[in-house]
């Protein structure tokens, strides 16, 4: 059975860095877009940033600045997500998806499954 695994959450002090990684099993991380999204009490699920099955990326927050950075290791079949100048307004529930093409969305719609996400608290 197919499976997604996120860990590296935790609670950090603004201005902070975290690296989450999502641990996918039976297919292997290069055959599928794969999506960090995140959210937070009383919002939707949002999308965060994406790496497509080619390696190219795409970020949905805070696109400018670059504050978030995925990755991914063939190797260990992990997509990696690296979060550096964290806000308070990052903290939510941060879920890994598997694509149903190997296309970017920020669309969950375009995700057929999902981890059972990592909480990320930023503190003030």
């Known amino acids: 059975q197919l499976q997604l695994v996120e860990s590296g959450g935790g609670l950090v002090q603004a201005g902070g860095s975290l690296r989450l990684s999502c641990a996918v099993s039976k297919f292997s991380v290069r055959n599928f877009a794969i999506g960090w999204f995140r959210q937070a009490p009383g919002k939707e699920r949002e999308g965060v940033s994406c790496?497509?099955?080619?390696?190219?990326?795409?970020n949905y927050v805070d696109s400018q600045k670059q504050r978030f950075t995925i990755s991914r290791d063939g190797a260990k079949n992990t997509v990696d997500l690296q979060m550096n100048s964290l806000k308070p307004e990052d903290t939510a529930v941060y879920y890994c998806?598997?694509?149903?093409?190997?296309?970017?969305?920020?669309?969950?719609?375009?995700?057929?499954?999902w981890g059972q996400g990592t909480q990320v608290t930023v503190s003030s």
């Open positions: 790496i497509n099955m080619s390696g190219g990326s795409t």
């Open positions: 998806a598997v694509g149903r093409s190997g296309r970017c969305s920020g669309d969950r719609i375009a995700y057929g499954y």
